[in-house]
């Protein structure tokens, strides 16, 4: 039996890399949940129960942060010793702190536009601009976890996509508000 203490990879039998499979780690998921399951330990008593129930919280909380691409870099780079602590260390390159500051300028001059149509062309721009660079900076995290192995140069693209998904969200938030 493997250990609570155990690395998510292990728990679900994955290689320990940035990509997967994800219909293969559903269906590892499906199947622990169902071994783990607390009522397959109903007439075995209330240690038994609890136990299953761990093991439960276990299994949902790797899945939880293996299915989630941003949640896998940052957990592999911690596995291997270089910690994101994106609330302690903030620094980027200026090159990425001139994007944001565009990408917030740009943000500004959406929510200035009072027509609703321009508004929301203008905001699907800006969505179309940050989820490409989202889709650029997450595949040079991954070039730099499963090629390269460096997981100090990967931590600054974990920080990175931490910025932009925020910013993605609120993007999609003044979109959301214009429908």
């Given amino acids: 039996m493997i250990s609570l203490q155990a690395s998510d990879f292990e728990l679900f039998g994955l290689p320990v890399a940035f990509a997967l499979d994800r219909s293969h780690l559903d269906l590892q998921w499906k199947s622990l949940q169902r071994e783990a399951h607390p009522d397959r330990f109903a007439s075995e008593g209330t240690a038994a129960q609890r136990i299953a129930m761990q093991w439960s919280v276990r299994i949902n909380e790797a899945y939880t942060r293996l299915k989630d691409p941003l949640k896998r870099a940052a957990y592999l780079c911690e596995l291997h010793g270089a910690a994101v602590n994106a609330e302690n260390n903030t620094s980027m390159p200026p090159a990425f702190l ?62 990175a996509l931490m910025f932009i998904e925020k910013f993605a969200h609120e993007v999609q938030h003044g979109l959301d508000a214009c429908n």
């Fill in 98 to 159: 001139i994007q944001q500051m565009e990408w917030r300028e740009a943000l500004d001059d959406c929510k200035a536009i009072k027509a609703s149509a321009p508004k929301i062309e203008a905001l699907e721009k800006l969505l179309e601009e940050v989820d490409a660079s989202h889709a650029h900076v997450l595949a040079q995290a991954a070039n730099l976890m499963d090629a390269d192995h460096n997981y100090t140069a990967a931590v600054g693209q974990v920080r």
